[in-house]
């Protein structure tokens, strides 16, 4: 069935939430939407934007379930829920609002949809990997800044920068450190890596890059080509950044610093360029993988080893 057929009922047979999150979870099996962005199933997906369309909690009791709507907020839900099979886009561009580390961000089409398996290190306080608490953050590749923002949060006296290369991506940051009151803690700063950072030096950098291999970004699904592709894609391998990245961080991290790198898919890809670095993988309870830590020091001496410092 095409994204834009008929939908297969009725529409005024459906009264309550319950119809409507059926019906709409219905609707995006048939037309095979793919979900990843928030949730990870039809029936989730239909539910969340059905609330987020009632401007109802997520938590709502099971008993409001079974109330009649208003046709006002029938046809808002019914339209929101065909938005989404229409478009395809993810339903937090169609919301503007996306869930990281238990926070609230806006989002839209500037930026990657916050997904990174980082939050539950941050959560964390990244134990065992970061030895002291930081005084200085990096978020490196920021994009809505939820990662540098989360971790604000998470070590309250720390400084966090939050760098980006793309205008509209750092526009959207800069609204996020406002939405949270942050703005006497963290700064958005445009530029490339580290190109606008000379002589900054931070006790923790946490980094989301793109890292994508630009065939397999040819072949992601509708949903995954609303992201911005320079969010996404990264050379041929999808190393490009990820290696300037560990090339110029020892010159930015303290002493004792930590670098937090995610590859996410890009695991054998990473494997192939640096079957040496002497990497650490964090396992997650939540979910997700890809995400290595290093410390400067075993970073600084496998570049030196390397002959590339
Ligand atoms: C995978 S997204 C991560 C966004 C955010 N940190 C998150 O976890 O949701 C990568 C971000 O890196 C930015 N980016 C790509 N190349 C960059 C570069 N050379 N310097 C700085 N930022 C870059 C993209 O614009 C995009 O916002």
């Not at 109802?56 to 006002?72: I, M, S």
């Not at 339903?91 to 839209?108: C, N, Q, R």
């Not at 040819?218 to 290696?243: K, S, T």
């Not at 192939?272 to 890809?290: H, L, M, N, T």
């Amino acid at each position: 069935m095409s994204a834009d057929a008929a939908p297969t009922q009725p529409l005024h047979a459906l009264r309550t939430v319950r119809d409507l999150v059926r019906w709409g979870a219905s609707e995006f099996n048939r037309a095979g939407l793919v979900f990843g962005h928030g949730t990870d199933n039809a029936l989730d997906e239909a539910f969340h934007l059905v609330l987020w369309s009632l401007k109802l909690p997520f938590d709502l009791p099971a008993v409001y379930l079974e109330a009649n709507l208003t046709e006002a907020e029938r046809m808002a839900a019914i339209d929101l829920l065909q938005q989404r099979v229409r478009t395809r886009k993810p339903a937090p561009y169609l919301t503007g609002e996306s869930w990281f580390a238990g926070l609230s961000f806006e989002v839209d089409e500037r930026v990657l949809i916050p997904r990174s398996p980082i939050a539950e290190l941050i959560q964390a306080r990244f134990s065992p990997w970061l030895k002291n608490e930081p005084e200085s953050i990096l978020d490196l590749c920021a994009g809505s800044g939820c990662i540098g923002i989360a971790c604000a949060y998470a070590f309250p006296d720390a400084g966090v920068d939050l760098a980006e290369i793309d205008a509209g991506a750092l526009e959207l940051a800069e609204r996020n450190i406002a939405r949270h009151r942050l703005g006497d803690r963290v700064a958005a700063v445009a530029g490339d890596l580290f190109q606008p950072l000379a002589g900054r030096r931070y006790d923790l950098i946490v980094a989301n890059p793109p890292y994508v291999p630009a065939a397999e970004w040819q072949a992601l699904a509708p949903e995954y080509r609303h992201e911005p592709r320079r969010a996404l894609e990264a050379g041929a391998d999808g190393m490009d950044v990820v290696d300037r990245i560990l090339r110029e961080a020892p010159e930015h991290l303290a002493e004792e610093g930590l670098l937090v790198c995610e590859i996410g898919g890009s695991g054998e890809e990473f494997l192939a360029r640096y079957p040496d670095i002497p990497v650490s993988w964090p396992e997650f309870e939540k979910g997700g993988d890809g995400v290595f830590v290093i410390e400067r020091e075993e970073l600084s001496a496998w570049l030196e080893a390397c002959g590339s410092e």
